[in-house]
């Protein structure tokens, strides 16, 4: 390839638009334009770094029997009601109707296509299948923002597996683990594999493979000394014992005006820890009251995972007020002093907790003295509250950290919840008919190659690793006016090309300086430069991106010496 023939709009100066480093950098290295908020163009360098990504990406799902698909981006919408996600989806799923009127959608994800499909394996003796595709999908985002990370369009690698029973879920779900592994090192990322929620997917178990980097939107909980790591919405920790001394025969009143918040309380000989916060939501138009300690974040994601709601907000200062007589700041779960019982979920952490302090649901009054099982009727213990740095770890009681972190792939046991719902059912091996366990698999593509930029970058641009660079070798002809020094530029670009390495050379009118800035600014790996002053000691410059190394090599021996390079 021809640099003076590629389309390659490089910018000199860093877009206005652009956020995250990976944005800004695949805009001014001429990889991506926008279109509009949420959908990009790929432009030839971006395509062929796509492309590597997927011939990795499919050869790991090859090597454990998965077999490829295309299924299509447009949906009927009955699949979908039959699952309940048609509703549940909300405003993320972009919804059209056909010229008959009838209901469709953009493909979001695709479980509900693939068990359609998974209706004619009739018999446990077709089983397991493993199934994938690369797909565009559409999510409307509310706030599509990053470039690649967060679209509105972008492809997805989804695989689904499909067994008689749970143990070969397991099983399934223990080779996609393994290739993801191997996927992500050959993509030159650190994915930490953590136990997460299943969300919307629903199923048992799930893990998310995130990759530090401090524009994730996710936090990543881990233990350096154990390898445990989990995200933040599914992450837990261990908590110090606590011994409470007994308290009064019953909660006692005390005055406390002007107290609104946790910090306020400690005026009157409540520690943090002694605190029980109560925080209102409505749960699928239900008001709760949701218990913590007082020193204690909770994590909504939690909340949703322990009650299944599918909405779920804060309830608001009027709702709060008509429902318990008090705003934030005096509220409380005991029962003897609630207008109208309200559902209860609490924290794990407050059982068996005695001679608390609360709320009395009386403005500037609390309660002191409460013991939680004996005062409050708590309807669902559940693990609410968020993890935080420092806390030890679950399995060897290290200290935990927390990073941020871009989710790059993601895990899910489903078990047989679109089976049931979609009518895939197999005969087993006694002749009675079972619905199928289901696995799904997926990685978002672009996403993951904004995440090599975020991880793999310096101040002069992207640095590609070599498996997924759109090129391993960049030949730069110095003096392009120069008939010797062009002639054995191009001698070097058609033996690198010969010999199996994928390479550009920059035969462009221009200077030398301008050739060395976009070779760097695209992350190119290896630059081999071709000048009057090395032709006459019979050698050309090769710089190693990576590490700004230059080394001279003798003309015969480039070739040979670049192939080892870049590992072939």
């Not at 209860?344 to 609390?366: P, Q, S, Y």
Request: charged share 30%; glycine share 8%.
């Amino acid at each position: 390839m021809r640099w003076s023939q590629m389309f390659v709009p490089t910018l000199r100066d860093d877009p206005a638009e652009a956020d995250a480093p990976s944005h800004r950098l695949l805009l001014r290295a001429g990889y991506v334009r926008q279109l509009t908020a949420g959908h990009y163009s790929l432009l030839p360098l971006a395509v062929r770094v796509r492309a590597k990504i997927i011939d990795i990406i499919r050869e790991e799902m090859n090597a454990i029997g998965a077999q490829e698909m295309l299924l299509p981006a447009v949906h009927p919408a009955e699949p979908w009601r039959r699952s309940g996600r048609w509703d549940l989806m909300g405003q993320e799923m972009f919804r059209l109707r056909d010229r008959r009127g009838v209901d469709h959608a953009l493909g979001m994800t695709h479980e509900e296509i693939f068990a359609t499909v998974a209706r004619e394996l009739n018999s446990y003796r077709r089983l397991p299948q493993q199934w994938y595709q690369f797909q565009t999908k559409f999510r409307d985002e509310p706030r599509p923002k990053g470039g690649l990370l967060r679209t509105r369009e972008f492809t997805m690698k989804d695989a689904y597996s499909f067994d008689l029973d749970d143990a070969g879920l397991d099983a399934s779900f223990e080779a996609y683990r393994g290739a993801y592994t191997r996927i992500f090192e050959r993509l030159g990322l650190r994915a930490l594999a953590c136990e997460a929620s299943s969300g919307t997917m629903g199923g048992s178990d799930s893990t998310e493979f995130m990759c530090p980097a401090e524009v994730g939107e996710d936090l990543a909980v881990h233990c350096p000394a154990c390898g445990y790591a989990a995200n933040i919405e599914r992450a837990t920790s261990v908590l110090p014992d606590v011994s409470d001394e007994a308290g009064p025969p019953a909660p006692e009143r005390f005055d406390t005006p002007g107290v609104r918040t946790i910090e306020d309380l400690r005026a009157y000989g409540a520690p943090d820890d002694r605190q029980i916060k109560t925080l209102v939501y409505v749960l699928d138009g239900t008001l709760t009251l949701v218990l913590l300690r007082g020193d204690h974040p909770l994590n909504e994601q939690k909340l949703v995972d322990a009650t299944g709601a599918a909405e779920i907000r804060a309830a608001d200062p009027a709702e709060i007020q008509d429902a318990l007589g008090a705003l934030p700041g005096s509220l409380g779960a005991v029962d003897a002093f609630l207008p109208s019982p309200l559902p209860v979920i609490a924290d794990e952490a407050l059982r068996g907790r005695r001679n608390m302090f609360t709320g009395a649901n009386i403005d500037d009054v609390h309660l002191r003295g409460v013991d939680v099982e004996r005062d409050i009727e708590v309807g669902k213990w559940a693990d609410l509250r968020e993890v935080e740095a420092g806390q030890r770890c679950v399995r060897c009681g290290g200290a935990l950290e927390i990073e941020r972190a871009i989710e790059v792939g993601h895990i899910f046991k489903l078990g047989d919840r679109y089976a049931r719902a979609l009518g895939v059912e197999v005969l087993d091996p006694d002749g009675r008919r079972v619905p199928v366990i289901m696995g799904s698999y997926g990685i978002g593509v672009e996403r993951a190659m904004a995440a090599i930029v975020e991880t793999h970058r310096d101040d002069r641009g992207i640095v590609w690793p070599p498996a997924v660079a759109p090129f391993q070798a960049s030949v730069v002809v110095a003096q392009s006016d120069d008939a010797e020094v062009a002639k054995a530029g191009e001698d070097l670009y058609t033996s690198l090309s010969a010999a199996g390495v994928e390479t550009v050379i920059d035969d462009r009118a221009e200077r030398a300086g301008v050739k060395f800035r976009d070779t760097e600014l695209t992350g190119i790996p290896f630059r081999v430069t071709v000048g009057r002053r090395g032709l006459a000691e019979g050698v050309a410059e090769l710089t190693v991106r990576a590490t700004g190394e230059t080394e001279k090599v003798p003309l015969d021996d480039v070739v040979q010496r670049v192939r080892s390079l870049a590992g072939h």
